[in-house]
Nanobody, 121 residues
């Protein structure tokens, strides 16, 4: 079993930066593929970024490519989503996910509770 807890986020101005962290317990992240998803009000949950368990492979949604970076710190059992040049359309609840692959929500077995990111224009 894996428990995921997100932190970070909050209110950030457009063009600014924000850092989200996902801390895991129960099973080490170093053997799990990890991902971030987000869900804006009235919309379906969508893929943001993914990182292979080796750390060698990353994947990003076109909407965040070049602005967001996903990384992992296996020593701290943490995955980080660093967001740069944020836009109002990045406003959403961000979820950490583990144990899947690809960009589909159904692929991931474990989920955090989510953390709110609000970008003001």
């Amino acid at each position: 079993q894996v428990q995921l807890v997100e932190s970070g986020g909050g209110l950030v101005q457009a063009g600014g930066s924000s850092r989200l962290a996902c801390a895991a317990s129960g099973r080490i992240l170093s053997v799990l593929n990890m991902a971030w998803f987000r869900q804006a009000p009235g919309k379906e949950r969508e893929f943001v970024a993914a990182l292979s368990w080796t750390g060698a492979s990353t994947r990003y949604a076109d909407s965040v490519k070049g602005r967001f970076t996903i990384s992992r710190d296996n020593a701290k059992n943490t995955v980080v989503l660093q967001m740069y040049n944020v836009k109002p359309e990045d406003t959403a609840v961000y979820y950490c996910a583990a144990g899947g692959r690809g960009s589909l929500t159904d692929d991931y077995a474990y989920w955090g509770q989510g953390t709110q990111v609000t970008v003001s224009s």
